[in-house]
C-alpha cells in the first residue's frame, strides 16, 4: 500500500487529538489535573475521529486505504478514547484527593453534582453499555448493528457534557462536528443516500446456497474494478421481499455499461433471502470499496482463494488473462458448492500463464504446507488471500515461514462488527 | 484483545471508584478536613482592593475568599471569572450554567479559600 495511505489515519488521528489537546492543555496546574484535562480533550479527539471513519464515501475509502483499514482503525481509535474517558473523572479525583479524601467522593459522587457532571456519567455509561454490545459476539448483526449505534448517543451527552461546563464559546466547534460527522453518516449511509438504484438484471445459480446476480445501473454506474467490494441492499419485487439491509458483496463482473455481478453465498438471515432474488427487483448500491487487488506490483503471483473468496479472481480472470507467472489454489468443501469452477477450468486452459489448482477439502482442514508453493519457487512472489478468516490466518502463517514478506501477503477481512 | 482490554478497563474502573468511596467510609477522620478560617470582618473597600488576577479575592454568600491560587484550576475561561474579583459573586456563583448554582463539590472546595465574613454595609 502506498506510503501516504498507510499514514494518513495514524496522522489524521493524531491532528484530532492534538488540536483539542494543545488548545485546552493548562499551565501551572497540579499533575493531575493537568492529566485530567488532557485525557478529557484527547477523548474527545479520539471520539471525533473515530466518527470520521465511519463513513462510506468512496473517495475517503481510498485515500485512507480501504473502508475495511477504515473500520479496523475506527475500533481501535474508540477503545482508545474510551479508556482515555474512563481515566478522566479518576484523574479529577486524585486531584481533589490533595485536598482531602471527602472532596475526592464529592467529585466523583453523581448524586452530589448537577447537569455538567451528571450529563459526563450518562455519556460514560452509554459508552460503557455501547461497548458491551459491540464486544458480545452472541448478539446478532442486525440487533448489534442498533445497539452499537448507542454509541452515537454517548458522544452526543458528552458534548453537552462539555456545553454545561461552560468552558469556552470554541467548544461548539468540536460539537458542530461531532453533529455534522454522525449526521453525515446516518442521512449518508444508514437512509442510503450515498446508494445508486439499480436492477435486478439476471440471477444465476453457480453453486450450492451460491447465486451470482447481475446489476444493472438506472442512473449514473459505479466505477468499480476487479477485487473491490460494493454494499448492496435489495428491496421488494413480485414474490420477493428484501432484508433492505446493505451487505457486502464482491463484484465478479464489471462490463463496459456499468452492470456489475456479485456472487452471494447464503451465510445469514438476509443472504438466505437473497437466494431467491428475482429479476426486475430493485436493488442500492454504494460503493465501491476496497485496495485488495490495487497497485498490484509486476511479478509473479499466488492467488489463495476459500468458498467464495474466488469471486475477486474471477472477477479479474474474466477481464484479462495474467501477465505473470500466477498460481491459483482454490479450497472448497465439495464440488458442488465450488462456485465458478467450470468457468475457472475454461479460462485457466485458455490462460497459459495461469496455473489452477482446485481441491475439494471436505470436512477436515486443509494440509496447507503440502497445497502451497515451496519457499524457493515464492521468493519475491507477491501472494493475495480471500477466503474465511482461519483460512487466511493459516495461509499467512505458512507462507510467512517460507519466507514471504508480511508486505507482500495482501488481503482483506470483510468482518463489519 | 481489544474485548479484554475492553472488560479489563472498566473492571479497573469501577474499583477505583469504589476505592475512593470504601476509603471515606473506613477513615471517617477523612471525611471533612475543610479548613476553618478566623471569623475576620472584611470590608467592601477593603474587598475592593483585591481585584486583579494575582490578588483576588471574592464574597459569596457573605463569606470572602481569596482565590488567587485556585484561578488557574477554574474550568471556565478568564474573562467569566476575572470580573469577579474583588467583588461580591454570590449572583454569579448561584446562577452559574443556566440558573443553576454551583455542585456541593464546588461548596466544599470553595470552603479552603476562605479567610472572613463580608462586612454588613454591602448588597
Redesign the interface.
Request: hydrophobic share 55%.
Given at each position: 500500500m502506498h506510503l501516504l495511505r498507510l499514514l494518513s489515519i495514524p496522522a489524521l488521528t493524531a491532528v484530532f487529538v492534538a488540536v483539542p489537546v494543545l488548545w485546552a492543555l493548562?499551565?501551572?496546574?497540579?499533575f493531575w489535573?493537568t492529566l485530567a484535562i488532557v485525557l478529557g480533550w484527547g477523548g474527545c479527539g479520539l471520539l471525533l475521529a473515530s466518527l470520521l471513519l465511519i463513513l462510506r464515501e468512496t473517495a475517503l475509502a481510498h485515500s485512507l486505504g480501504g473502508l475495511e483499514r477504515m473500520y479496523r482503525w475506527h475500533?481501535?481509535v474508540g477503545?482508545g478514547a474510551?479508556?482515555l474517558l474512563?481515566?478522566h473523572p479518576?484523574a479529577l479525583?486524585a486531584d481533589?484527593?490533595q485536598?482531602?479524601?471527602?472532596?475526592?467522593?464529592?467529585?466523583?459522587?453523581p448524586v452530589?453534582?448537577?447537569?455538567?457532571?451528571w450529563l459526563g456519567w450518562i455519556s460514560l455509561l452509554f459508552l460503557?453499555s455501547g461497548?458491551?454490545v459491540t464486544?458480545s459476539a452472541k448478539v446478532p448483526y442486525r440487533t448489534w448493528r442498533w445497539l452499537h449505534g448507542v454509541l452515537s448517543i454517548g458522544v452526543l451527552f458528552g458534548m453537552l457534557h462539555l456545553v454545561?461546563?461552560?468552558?469556552?464559546e470554541a467548544v461548539i466547534a468540536a460539537v458542530l462536528l461531532a453533529v455534522l460527522l454522525l449526521a453525515w453518516r446516518v442521512i449518508r449511509v444508514d437512509l442510503g443516500t450515498a446508494a445508486r438504484p439499480f436492477v435486478v438484471q439476471s440471477v444465476d445459480r453457480i453453486a450450492d446456497a451460491v447465486v451470482e446476480i447481475a446489476l444493472r445501473p438506472l442512473s449514473a454506474p459505479v466505477a468499480s474494478a476487479a477485487g473491490q467490494f460494493v454494499l448492496v441492499a435489495f428491496f421488494d419485487g413480485a414474490a420477493f421481499r428484501g432484508c433492505r439491509e446493505y451487505h457486502p458483496f464482491t463484484v465478479s463482473s464489471i462490463q463496459p455499461d456499468g452492470q456489475i455481478s456479485i456472487g452471494v453465498k447464503s451465510l445469514g438471515d438476509c443472504t438466505q433471502m437473497i437466494q431467491s432474488v428475482e429479476v426486475g427487483v430493485a436493488a442500492r448500491v454504494q460503493g465501491p470499496f476496497g485496495v485488495f487487488l490495487a497497485e498490484r506490483p509486476p511479478g509473479p503471483e499466488l492467488w489463495v482463494a476459500g468458498g467464495i473468496g474466488i469471486t475477486p479472481f474471477i472477477a479479474l480472470l474474466r477481464e484479462s488473462s495474467p501477465r505473470w507467472p500466477t498460481t491459483l489454489l482454490y479450497l472448497y468443501r465439495r464440488e458442488t458448492d465450488a462456485a465458478f469452477l467450470n468457468e475457472l477450468r475454461t479460462l485457466a486452459a485458455a490462460a497459459p500463464l495461469l496455473s489452477l489448482k482446485a481441491i475439494a477439502t471436505g470436512g477436515d482442514v486443509p494440509d496447507l504446507p503440502s497445497m502451497l508453493p515451496d519457499s524457493t519457487t515464492l521468493a519475491g512472489w507477491h501472494c493475495y488471500l480471500c477466503g474465511p478468516p482461519a483460512l487466511i490466518t493459516g495461509v499467512r502463517q505458512v507462507l510467512v515461514e517460507r519466507g514471504v514478506k508480511t508486505d507482500h501477503i495482501h488481503f482483506e477481512r470483510f468482518d463489519f462488527r | 484483545m481489544m474485548r479484554t482490554l475492553y472488560f479489563s478497563a472498566t473492571l479497573v474502573f469501577w474499583l477505583a471508584v469504589a476505592s475512593f468511596r470504601i476509603v471515606l467510609i473506613s477513615f471517617p477522620g477523612a471525611e471533612k478536613t475543610a479548613a476553618i478560617a478566623a471569623d475576620k470582618i472584611i470590608s467592601p473597600a477593603e474587598l475592593a482592593r483585591h481585584a486583579l488576577p494575582s490578588d483576588c479575592w471574592m464574597a459569596i454568600r457573605g463569606n470572602v475568599y481569596d482565590l488567587t491560587s485556585y484561578l488557574p484550576n477554574h474550568p471556565s475561561p478568564p474573562n467569566i471569572v476575572l470580573p469577579w474579583c474583588g467583588k461580591d459573586a454570590t449572583e454569579a456563583y448561584n446562577t452559574k450554567t443556566k440558573g443553576r448554582p454551583h455542585s456541593p463539590y464546588a461548596d466544599e472546595l470553595l470552603a479552603k479559600y476562605r479567610i472572613g465574613t463580608l462586612g454588613k454595609n454591602v448588597r
Open positions: 493548562p499551565e501551572g496546574l497540579t489535573r475500533h481501535f477503545v474510551y479508556l474512563l481515566a479518576l479525583a481533589a484527593w485536598e482531602s479524601p471527602h472532596l475526592a467522593w464529592q467529585l466523583l459522587s452530589s453534582q448537577g447537569w455538567p457532571v460503557m461497548l458491551a464486544f454545561l461546563l461552560g468552558i469556552s | -
